[in-house]
């Protein structure tokens, strides 16, 4: 399936935390052979911290199990200081606990070790531009979790705004199918148009709703039922 490691202008540049230097070399190695532009590595949550905040990636290839600082809270603080940060997390643990926390905590993908280094670099480069990335098996889990949260208020994203704003029928076709788990290209397939109509229509809704990356998007379309089939 070819293809380099590159969006839009230049190579995509990706960060790899793991705390066993062996693994966190071969992943980079297997990267950087693919295209990518490999920026730094990390063995630890605080340095991962310091390092990421310092070369700004596009991706952070990120494993849960850290010393100094677990991954799941080195994902929170530097999507929180880098909102447009996307993370994919690269664990040996397929326990629906982890896969719930770590997306709670921002990351947008969630693959297992055992993955091929063909699916970590499909799975990078869909990371790269939005698509949730998940090991086969824990995306519905995941989309379950959305719906339960849905369900509940939200304090944080303070859900009193009086008036949904207007999206155009197409905007709200294309999140009805975020919302399915559809991946970008999926969408464009269904819909017969092209990939980049696609992530235009879901950036202008992220603009209209005030959302700031795919994970809100599914979660406010869940919310309001944009889910269900019609």
């Not at 996307?86 to 990351?107: F, I, M, P, Q, Y």
């Not at 303070?158 to 559809?182: C, F, H, I, N």
């Amino acid at each position: 399936m070819g293809g380099s490691g590159e969006v839009g202008q230049g190579p995509l540049r990706v960060m790899v935390v793991d705390d066993h230097p062996m693994w966190r070399d071969a992943v980079a190695r297997d990267l950087a052979e693919s295209g990518f532009d490999v920026v730094a590595t990390a063995g630890d949550g605080e340095q991962a911290v310091r390092r990421a905040r310092a070369v700004t990636p596009d991706v952070l290839v990120l494993d849960l199990n850290l010393p100094a600082k677990p991954g799941v809270q080195v994902c929170k603080e530097l999507v929180g200081f880098n909102p447009a940060l996307r993370v994919l997390v690269l664990s040996a643990s397929g326990e629906h606990a982890d896969v719930l926390e770590a997306v709670k905590s921002g990351a947008t993908g969630y693959l297992l070790k055992s993955a091929s280094t063909e699916e970590l670099v499909d799975a990078v480069r869909r990371t790269a531009v939005g698509d949730p990335v998940f090991t086969p098996g824990l995306a519905g889990l995941v989309l379950g979790e959305y719906r339960r949260l849905a369900s509940d208020p939200d304090p944080v994203a303070g859900t009193d705004e009086p008036r949904a704003p207007q999206l155009t029928d197409r905007e709200t076709e294309v999140l009805r199918l975020v919302a399915k788990g559809l991946s970008y290209k999926q969408i464009a397939e269904r819909l017969v148009i092209s990939h980049r109509t696609v992530q235009n229509h879901v950036q202008n809704t992220l603009g209209k709703l005030q959302l700031h990356n795919r994970v809100e998007l599914v979660r406010y379309a869940i919310q309001r039922g944009l889910d269900d089939d019609e």
